[in-house]
């Protein structure tokens, strides 16, 4: 029986947001399927160094911007003739906190950042998919697309963004060849919770953090998603790691 692993040889994917974290997991685990990785990020070195150990291809870039997406794409497809994969992975938590001490500013940039890098990036691949007859995308959502705590309305407003966004693109491309995922991580072993300088998340206490989503296990999860059978979609796919207790709102 042919593995996920064996079904990726020579795929050509695109991983946004890898210089660290859940993309760097990602990046990390399709090299190891056999894939060629572009990897991009918007911090030259701290990008280079990750695909240093990653293997995958650095290309520094916003996601975030459409101008960005169209060169990055000419160059994959011109060096290697197509795009199989595409996984967006590129976010920010931005400033969580009240709503009411979030600036316009801040708020558009959390919704740009995790929003529109989707929306670009997908829209920017499909000409190079449909050439081809057949695409994955995975969308990286959150469980807070579907669950609510106070102090997250923008980002959970961006990340539902993304999963409705995701169905609606695989609605419109799936009987083209083109399949599309919204994969909902939740606590990772990253650092998310430091950057988005959320005093007291339990992720932050090294016991708890030690018993979170690493990296290479989300990575494992799009391998899996990205080799399943052609004929088949995985619409949707949650991961949560067990010390987190959700109670929906």
Known sequence: METSLHKL???????????AGYGSGIATKLV???????ATGR?????????????AIPFVADASSAEAWGVLVQKVS??????????????SGGKIGPLD??????????LRTN?????FGSQTVVPIMLRNGAGMVVNISSVCARYSWPGWAVYSAAKAGVERFTKSFYAEYRERGIRATTLLPSWGATDFADSSAIDGHPSQ?????????RPEELGDAVVHICGTPSHLNLLEYSLIPTVQCIEPL
Request: hydrophobic share 40%; proline share 1%; glycine share 8%.
């Open 115 to 119: 929003l529109n890098s989707v929306i």
């Open 32 to 38: 190891e399927a056999g894939c060629v990785v572009y």
């Open 9 to 19: 040889t020579r795929k050509v994917a695109i991983v946004t947001g890898a210089s």
């Open 205 to 213: 206490q090294a016991d708890i953090k030690a018993k979170c989503t």
């Open 101 to 110: 001490e979030l600036s316009p500013e801040e708020a558009c940039d959390v």
């Open 78 to 91: 011109s060096e290697q003739g197509k795009i199989d994969i595409l996984v967006n992975n590129a976010g």
């Open 43 to 55: 911090n030259k070195d701290r990008l280079e160094a990750a695909c240093m150990k990653s293997g």
